[in-house]
């Protein structure tokens, strides 16, 4: 079955970009979309966009004018970008998939903790 | 945005008993509502979709129903597994939206 793998750094300084990338094993990555999501003691779960296979994105405007999703259909890869980080983006940041026109997510990764930090 | 609110924050339950968890949206969702459960460090997983549907592999003990603005968790007869945090989630507005949970405990 389908599963994902979130990787990137756990510990970035405040004001820098956070790069994360999803790997998306046991299927293609053609034919759905593609979310992150995040999940802070705060804030509790928000659901920060998503990419369609296609290269098109929708984004949370909260989240808008510092959050890039991109995807690399040749690696079965989809990435998020997100800058001028601050102590609030400390979270645990989840991928998942998501069929067209389902309102579902899933399957999710395990999510990977990313702390703001100097 | 569309705020769900989730409630009781906290269900103390019986092993064997019923469970009924409550989801409510500020405005219409339609049926675009799905429900997740959470253990302690793991990922939310998908219970139901589309307000009723059961994802698969998930047990007929769990239940969804509602439409519009008001939703409905059931877990029939708990299992000792079932004790977790519950989360919807509407798919009908920009943004996408979470409740704040509710968790579930061991009475």
């Known amino acids: 079955q389908v599963q994902l793998q979130e990787s990137g750094p756990g510990l970035v300084k405040p004001s820098e970009t956070l790069s994360l990338t999803c790997t998306v094993s046991?299927?293609?990555?053609?034919?759905?979309?593609w979310t992150w999501i995040r999940q802070s003691p705060g804030k509790g779960l928000e659901w920060i966009g998503y990419?369609?296979?296609?290269?098109?994105?929708n984004y949370n405007p909260s989240l808008k004018s510092r959050v890039t999703i991109s995807v690399d259909t040749s690696n079965n890869q989809f990435s998020l970008k997100m800058s001028s980080l601050t102590a609030a983006d400390t979270a645990v940041y989840y991928c998942a998939r998501h069929p067209p026109g389902s309102p579902r997510f899933d399957p999710w990764g395990q999510g990977t903790l990313v702390t703001v930090s100097s | 945005e569309t705020v769900m609110t989730q409630s009781p924050a906290t269900l103390s339950v019986s092993p064997g008993e019923r469970a009924t968890l409550s989801c409510r949206a500020a405005?219409?969702?339609?049926?675009?509502l799905a429900w997740y459960q959470q253990k302690p460090g793991q990922a939310p997983r998908l219970l139901i979709y589309s307000a009723s549907t059961r994802a698969t592999g998930i047990p007929a003990r769990f239940g969804g129903s509602g439409s519009g603005t008001d939703f409905t968790l059931t877990i029939s007869s708990l299992q000792s597994e079932d004790f977790a945090v519950y989360y919807c989630q509407q798919f009908n507005n920009w943004p996408y939206t979470f409740g704040q949970g509710t968790k579930l405990e061991i009475k």
């Open positions: 405005q219409s969702v339609s049926s675009n």
């Open positions: 990419i369609h296979y296609s290269g098109s994105t």
């Open positions: 046991g299927g293609s990555i053609s034919s759905y979309y």
